[in-house]
C-alpha cells in the first residue's frame, strides 16, 4: 500500500496527468454517447459514466501528497498534519447517492416508454416538437 | 516501480471500459463495461485516501447501478438497434 | 417551539415520511397533510416576516455550528418573500388539486407527497446559505419534477420528463464543476465567506469567469434561459394542471433566485449585468414569438412564462434600485398570475385531450367565472392599467427610461403588443365566437374554484391599490443590493435564535 | 453533419477542462496547517472533531453533524425516487397478479449459496453502520450492502417476497426518528440538529453523541428505499 503513496510523491506528473486525464476522459466519452447515441439506455449509461469522471475529479481536488485518511484510529490520534481534505469525499458520498436516484428514475422512465412505444430508439419517440 | 506501471495500467483501463461501454452493441456487455468503470474508480479513491467513498462507489456503483441496468434490459431491447424493434414495420 | 426558518424544511419532511404510516390508517387523511403544513407554513412566513421587518435578517445555524463551518439559513427580507409567496402558492395549488378528477384515488398518496416536496426543494433553494446545500435542494426540486411530469399515462409524459431529466442531468453536472472549482480556490462552501473572499479579490480572473460561466449554465437551465430551456414548453404542457402552475409559479422563482444570488451576491463580474439583458431578451423575444405559433393552450402558457422569465431576466440586468424593485414586483406578478392561468386553463381545455385553442369556442357562457378569472389573468400579465401587472411593468420601463436604453424599452414595448395578439386570440374565443361543437364542459369542484378566485381578487387588489405589497419589495431590494449587509449578518453574529 | 459538430464541441470542452484543472495541482496540500486558528474549514473540521465531538471518522462527523442537513437532503432525495419510480412504473391490481419474475428457477447452486450468504451479507451492512463513526462506512454504504443481500435472496428464489408493508415501516419510523432527532435538538439547544455533549470516549463504540445514532437512523432507511426501489424494477412484468 505504501507502494503507491511513493509512486504518488515521486511521479507527480504522471499521476497528475493520469488521474485527471482519465477523469475528463470519463466527461468526454459520456458526453459524446448521451448526444450521439440513439438507444435510450445507452444514453442512461452516458449519463452515469459522465457522473463517475465528476466523482473521481471530486476526489482527486481532496487528495494531499503523503496524507493518510482522515480516521483517528487507535494510536493515531496525533497526526492530525498528515490527513487527507475531508470536505470533498463528503460532498461525493452525497453525489453518489443522488447520481444513483438519478439513474434510478431515468431507467424507469425508460422501461415506460419501451411499454409504451415498443422501441427504445429515441428517434421514434420524438413525438414533442421545439 | 511496478506500484507505476499498475497505476498507470488502471488509468488505462478506466478510459477503454469508457469506450467499450459507448461503442459495444450489446448492451449487456456494456452494463458489465460500467460496472468494470466503477471497480477501478473504487480501487483509485481507495489509493486516494478515501476509504468511505471506496466503500460507497463499491456498494453502489458496481453493485446497485449494474443490477438497474440489467434489470432495463430484460424489460427493454438487448442491443442497440434491435431487429425485432417494430420500427420497420411502420414503414 | 420557537419559529424558526428551518420549520420551511423539516416540518414537510416530518409529513412526507409520516404520510405512508397515516395512509395505511385512512387515505382520506393522508391526503389532507400536505394542505395543514402548507398552511402552517404560511402561519410560520407571516410570523418570520414580521420578524424580519422589525429586526432585520434573520441567518439561523444548523447543527450548532457558526456559519463558514455548518450550514445556515438565511431569511433576508429577499429570500423571505419569495418563500413566503411559495408557501401560499403552495397551500393554493393543495387546495386546487385536492381531488383532481384525473389523479386516480390509489395514485393520489404519491402525488400529494411529490408535489408538498417540490414546494419544500424550492423553498430550501430560496433559503439556503451553503452552495452544496443549494445543489442538493436543486436535486430533489428536479427528481419530484421528473416523476410528476410523467405522472398521467396516456399523454406523452414520459418523454417530456426523459427530455428534461437529461437536461437537468446537465445542469447538475455544471454546478457540481462550478462548485468543485470554487472549493479549490476559496477552500469555502458558505456563501457569505465565498462572496467575502471574491470581494478581497483571492479569485484570481480566469478562474473566476470559468467557475461563474459554469454556474450560469447550471442555473440557466433552472431558470429557462434561451439556449438552455428546450425541456419547459414539454414539461409544461405534458405535466397535470396543478403541476404546470406549481412550475410556472414556484419551481421556476427558485432557478431565477439561484441565478440572481450567484450574478448580484456571490460574483460581482462587470459583464454579468449586460449578460443578463442579453439572455432575457434574446429569451422573451424567442419564447414569445414562437409562444403565437401555438395552437395547444399549455404550450402557449408555458412560452409565455418562459418570456416573462426573460423579461424578470432583464429587469435584473438592469440593475439600478428601481429596476430590482421592479424585477421583484415582477416575479411577485408573474407568480400569482401565471398560476392563475394554468389553473383556469387547465379546466378550460380539460376534455380535450390536445388542449386545443380552437376546441374553447364560445366557453364564455359554458364556464362563466373560469372564463372570467382567465381573461382578468390575461389582461393582468399583458399589463392593462387597473391589474397588478401594470405595475411592474411601468417600474422596468422607466428604470430603463431613466438609463437611457431606448432600444430595450422599444422591443419589451413590441414583445407586450405579440403578447396582446395572443392572449386576446384566446379571450377572443371564450366570449365572441359562437359556439358549434357541445364538447361537455368539466365544472371544477368548488375547491378548485376557491384558490383562483382568491387570485383574481389578489391580482385586482394589488393592481387598484399597489402599495399594500411595495413595502415588501422596497426591502428586498435593499437586502438584495447590499452585499455588505448579507455577509456581515451571517458572517459575525454569535449562534442566534 | 451533427457528428462533426458534436466531435468539435467534445475537443472545445475538453480542451477548456483540461487546461482549467492544469491550474489545480494534484495533491498540494490546501487545507494549510491545522493549528488552533486556522482559517480553511477542513483545518477547521480535522481540529474540532477529535477534541469536541468525540468522532474517529472524521467524514462522517461533517456527512452527519457538520453538514447534517445535506444528508437530511440526501435522504429526502432517495425517499423521492422510491416514490416517483412508484408512481411512473404504476399498474393497475388487476394487471399485477401472475407477475412471473423469474422464468426457470435458479440452480442449486445459487439458491443454497445465496441462503447462506444472505445473513452474512445482511450482518456486515448493519456491522458497517453501526460502526459509522469509528471505521470508514456509515448509513448510505451499510444500507446499500443490506440491499444487494436482499437482492441475492431476490433473485435467487422465485417465490421471496419483500414485504412492501414492513419495508414501508422501516423506512418512515428511520425517517421520523432522523427528524425528529432534529427537532429535539432544536427544542433543547435551539439549533436544529444539534449534538448532545459527549459521552463516552473517542474511539469508543459508545462516542460522538447523537452521531451514531443518526447514522443508523440514515442506514436503516437507505437500506429499506433501496430494497424498495429494487423490488418495484425486478417486479415488473417483463414484455414477451
Known sequence: MHSFDQVFTQYQDIVTTGVYGSAIGLIIIGLYAVLLKKNLTKIVIGLSIIDAGIHLLFVAIGYIQGGTAPIFSPGHEGEIQKMVDPVPQALVLTAIVIGFAVTAVALSLVIRLYKHHNTSNIDQIKSLKW | MMALIAFSLMAIVLVAAAIYAVLQKDLLYAVISTGVISVVLSVFFFLMQAPDVALTEAAIGIALTTIIFIITIRNTTRYEDDPKDNTLEKF | MVISPVHYIAVPLLAAFTMPLIAKVSKELARVIPGLVMMYLSFVSVVLMQQVIQSGPISEVIAGWQAPWGINLMFTPFSGFLATLMSFMGLLIWLYSFNFKKVDFSQSLKYQTLQMMMVTGATGIVLTGDIFNLFVFLE?????????????????????????????????????????????????????????????????????????????????????????????????????????????????????????????????????????????????????????????????????????????????????????????????????????????????????????????????????????????????????????????????????????????????????????????????????????????????????????????????????????????????????????HYIEVVLTQNVVN | MKKVFVLILLAVVGLYLSNTFNLISFGDNRVGEVVEETTTVSGYYLKETPTKSEVANVVTAIVVNYRGFDTLGEVTVLFLATTGLGSILFRRKEEEEGVERLSKPASSLVSTGSRILFPLVVLLGVYVFIHGHLTPGGGFQGGAIIATGFLLMLISYKNYKVSHSTLGWVESFAGISFVLIGFWGLISSHSFLQNIPQVGELNSLISGGVIPIIYIAVGFKVAAELTGVLDILLNIKPKK
Do not use: C
Open chain 3, 140 to 484: 430533489i426540486t428536479a427528481i419530484t419534477a421528473y416523476s410528476l411530469t410523467a405522472f398521467y399515462r396516456e399523454r406523452d409524459g414520459a418523454e417530456a420528463a426523459f427530455k428534461y431529466l437529461l437536461i437537468g442531468s446537465f445542469a447538475s453536472v455544471f454546478v457540481l464543476l462550478a462548485i468543485m472549482l470554487l472549493y479549490t480556490q476559496l477552500g469555502t462552501l458558505n456563501m457569505a465567506e465565498i462572496a467575502q473572499k471574491i470581494q478581497a479579490g483571492e479569485l484570481s480572473g480566469t478562474m473566476k469567469t470559468t467557475i461563474f460561466a459554469l454556474f450560469l449554465i447550471g442555473f440557466g437551465i433552472e431558470a429557462e434561459m434561451f439556449p438552455l430551456n428546450a425541456w419547459a414548453p414539454d414539461a409544461y404542457s405534458q405535466a397535470p394542471g396543478p403541476i404546470g402552475a406549481a412550475f410556472a409559479s414556484i419551481v421556476v422563482k427558485a432557478g431565477v433566485y439561484a441565478l440572481i444570488r450567484i450574478t448580484f451576491t456571490l460574483f460581482d463580474i462587470q459583464g454579468a449585468h449586460m449578460y443578463l439583458i442579453i439572455a432575457g431578451l434574446v429569451t422573451m423575444v424567442i419564447a414569445e414569438v414562437s409562444a403565437v405559433a401555438q395552437t395547444n393552450l399549455k404550450r402557449m402558457l408555458a412560452y409565455s412564462s418562459i418570456g416573462q422569465m426573460g423579461f424578470v431576466l432583464i429587469a435584473f440586468g438592469i440593475g439600478t434600485k428601481e429596476a430590482v424593485f421592479g424585477a421583484i414586483f415582477l416575479m411577485f406578478n408573474h407568480a400569482i398570475i401565471k398560476g392563475l392561468l394554468f389553473m383556469t386553463g387547465s379546466y378550460l381545455t380539460f376534455n380535450d385531450t390536445n388542449k386545443q385553442i380552437s376546441s374553447l369556442r364560445g366557453f364564455g357562457k359554458k364556464l362563466p367565472l373560469v372564463s372570467l378569472l382567465f381573461a382578468i389573468g390575461a389582461f393582468a400579465i399583458v399589463g392593462l392599467p387597473p391589474f397588478s401587472g401594470f405595475w411592474s411593468k411601468l417600474y422596468v420601463l422607466t428604470a430603463a427610461g431613466s438609463k437611457e436604453m431606448i432600444m430595450l424599452i422599444l422591443i419589451i414595448l413590441g414583445v407586450s403588443v405579440v403578447e396582446i395578439i395572443y392572449y386576446f386570440r384566446v379571450v377572443g374565443k371564450l366570449y365572441f365566437s359562437k359556439e358549434e361543437n357541445d364538447i361537455e364542459v368539466q365544472k371544477p369542484s368548488i375547491n378548485a374554484m376557491i384558490p383562483m378566485v382568491i387570485l383574481g381578487l389578489v391580482i385586482v387588489a394589488v393592481g387598484i391599490y399597489p402599495d399594500l405589497v411595495t413595502g415588501f419589495f422596497e426591502r428586498a431590494t435593499d437586502m438584495l443590493l447590499d452585499k455588505a
